[in-house]
């Protein structure tokens, strides 16, 4: 079964909403799950993921709702198991509220990646980048971390082991260089952020990247610049112990 999550705007309530299809003849048609997620109202700043892990789908999605004026932005958790029927409601995991400041303006700038376990690695932009990890076995958020003051476009990585200690990679633009952070799973720390590209012009807010949800020895990157010559670069990272 495939599945596909999309935000859709009601033109009679004016209300923006997370909708999930699915198809079962490799994508050829799709069929409404029936389910909505998110916050009803008109922020249109609802953006969904979903992963495959251990029998189950998740949909996390970024939220935006509103208290007397102050906005409120969070990521939000939805479960299903593998084998109940296709349209059966999802179950809601807990909600993880956002800082508010220096925000996410489009609700898009986090990555989120499965480990072996089931466990969900989420590197975000608010206040710099940071890091959250939801664990299966709890089913509860750990406090985030912070792995720089400042930076954008935040995408994330782990490491495709079956059993023991999971490294992570997250990756960021930080004043127009990209740079990356690893985890290591062994000693359960980060190390300093390293410089992986060079600066390029007007990088600082126009840097996109995008690497693989898991990797195993290699780590692809690729990313996007926005110098007098526009074009997209690939970096290739060697994940070998020695490094």
């Known amino acids: 079964v495939l599945w596909c999550a999309l935000r859709e705007l009601d033109n009679q309530s004016g209300d923006w909403l ?3 299809f699915y198809s079962v003849d490799d ?15 008109g922020f249109p700043q609802k953006s969904p993921k979903l992963l495959s892990i251990n029998g189950q789908v998740a949909l996390v999605m970024h939220d935006e ?12 958790i939805y479960f299903r198991d593998d084998i109940s029927a296709l349209d059966v409601a999802w179950a809601a995991g807990p909600e993880l509220l956002m800082n508010a400041n220096d925000r ?16 969900l690695h989420m590197a975000y ?13 709890s089913g509860t958020w750990s406090s985030p971390s912070s ?15 079956t059993s023991g200690p999971v490294d992570i990679y997250v990756f960021a633009a930080v004043n127009g260089i990209m740079y990356t952070a690893k ?25 996109r990247m ?9 780590l692809p990157v690729l990313y996007q610049v926005d110098d007098l010559n526009p074009r997209l670069i690939y970096n290739l990272l060697d994940d070998t112990p020695d490094q």
């Open 210 to 218: 995008s690497t693989l949800e898991r990797y195993s020895r290699y």
């Open 27 to 41: 994508g050829q048609s799709w069929s409404d799950s029936g389910n909505l997620f998110g916050t009803p109202n």
């Open 147 to 161: 792995l720089t003051g400042n930076g954008v476009y935040a995408t994330i990585s782990v490491s495709d082991v």
């Open 183 to 207: 985890f290591d799973g062994t000693s359960s720390s980060w190390g300093s952020p390293k410089k992986i590209s060079r600066a390029y012009w007007q990088l600082s807010t126009q840097m």
């Open 104 to 119: 996410d303006v489009f609700g898009t700038h986090w990555s989120i990646a499965a480990d072996w376990q089931g466990n």
């Open 65 to 76: 709702e509103e208290n007397n004026g102050t906005p409120i932005f969070s990521k939000k």
């Open 18 to 20: 997370v909708s999930v």
């Open 125 to 137: 932009q608010y206040d710099g980048i940071n890091y959250v990890k939801f664990d299966a076995t």
